[in-house]
């Protein structure tokens, strides 16, 4: 089985070219090229840093570049979200940091879930205004702007690479019944949400995703350096490759962290299931992958004198393991079936 790379759904590719041809009139590969790399600098520079939506080049790059990538990112982990979450479960969706309601733009593809209350809070007010035009371009869902969160039982929150910005203004946990984190897949990022991870379940809510168990994070018990995350194999649409070419980074496939929370658990069918959450790691007469399903660093292992190892793709769930040899952490499997 292939690892299957995902792309922009048609919805959501004319809703951001619609957006740029309104926006940034008349903007070729080479100038919407060089508003992503002074972004893309600004980010090096200043990690962390709120978009500075009132640079000439802020709107553009996040329409053409940052937007489509981050957007495929969320529409993977709102995947993991239908698999672990009942639909009725969830009453309405606040968007914490919203931007230019990226969110709202992945929602839409999103047929498990019919159309409910959505609220963005979002500080600049550019970003808000922008976000509000497009729903002009035609939208299923309405976002309503709201200055703070007054969330009702079965509320989700959603921060996408702003939850980790807004520390000091976060909502009380007990607030939302539901909580969906996607963060940046650096080193700090990943492990400081997954600290964050054991305050959620303190607070009683029970990790979903990418964690099929509630136990102890192997990665940030076992290992100063590892961090949780995801890698999504990303084909761009033609447009997109075509203003890539102008750019010193290219993007075949995309990571990120994540974390979904909540205190409702569908069912216990994924409970201890095998996350994948490493890339395969060829070594002298083997081939490793990292996985979870429980407290201890664990890895599958491949023998090289048994033939070509499996291609898994980085975040899949392999539920039935077998009864592999057990050597140290490592888990000698035979063939196995993933779902991603």
Request: hydrophobic share 40%.
């Amino acid at each position: 089985m292939s690892i299957p790379a995902q792309k922009l759904s048609p919805r959501f590719e004319q809703t951001l070219k619609s957006a740029l041809a309104h926006f940034a009139p008349g903007a070729d590969d080479r100038a919407l090229a060089s508003h992503v790399k002074k972004l893309s600098d600004y980010y090096l520079i200043a990690p962390g840093s709120a978009t500075p939506w009132d640079k000439d080049f802020a709107l553009p790059a996040t329409l053409a570049y940052f937007m489509p990538l981050n957007g495929v990112r969320l529409a993977q982990v709102f995947r993991e979200v239908q698999r672990f979450l009942p639909s009725e479960a969830i009453t309405e969706i606040w968007d914490f940091g919203s931007g230019l309601g990226t969110t709202q733009w992945v929602l839409e593809d999103q047929t498990w879930l019919e159309p409910r209350p959505l609220y963005s809070i979002e500080i600049s007010g550019r970003a808000a205004k922008v976000h509000d035009e497009m729903q002009t371009f035609g939208a299923r869902w309405k976002s309503e702007a709201r200055r703070a969160p007054t969330p009702k039982r079965g509320a989700l929150a959603v921060f996408s690479y702003s939850f980790l910005e807004m520390q000091k203004t976060l909502p009380d946990l007990a607030a939302f019944d539901h909580w969906l984190i996607l963060e940046p897949s650096t080193r700090e990022r990943g492990r400081a949400l997954m600290d964050w991870r054991s305050q959620f379940i303190a607070a009683g809510l029970e990790p979903l995703a990418p964690c099929t168990h509630s136990l102890a994070c192997p990665l940030l018990t076992h290992s100063p350096r590892d961090w949780c995350h995801m890698r999504v194999h990303f084909e761009g649409p033609e447009w997109f490759q075509s203003m890539e070419e102008h750019l010193p980074m290219k993007n075949r496939t995309l990571t990120y962290s994540y974390l979904l929370a909540s205190r409702v658990v569908r069912d216990e069918a994924w409970r201890g299931a095998a996350r994948i959450v490493g890339d395969t790691l060829p070594e002298k007469g083997k081939t490793r992958q990292m996985i979870c399903r429980g407290p201890q660093r664990e890895f599958f292992s491949w023998l090289r004198k048994n033939g070509e190892p499996p291609l898994i793709p980085h975040g899949a769930l392999v539920k039935d393991i077998g009864t592999p040899e057990i050597k140290g952490g490592e888990l000698r499997v035979g063939p196995l079936e993933w779902t991603f």
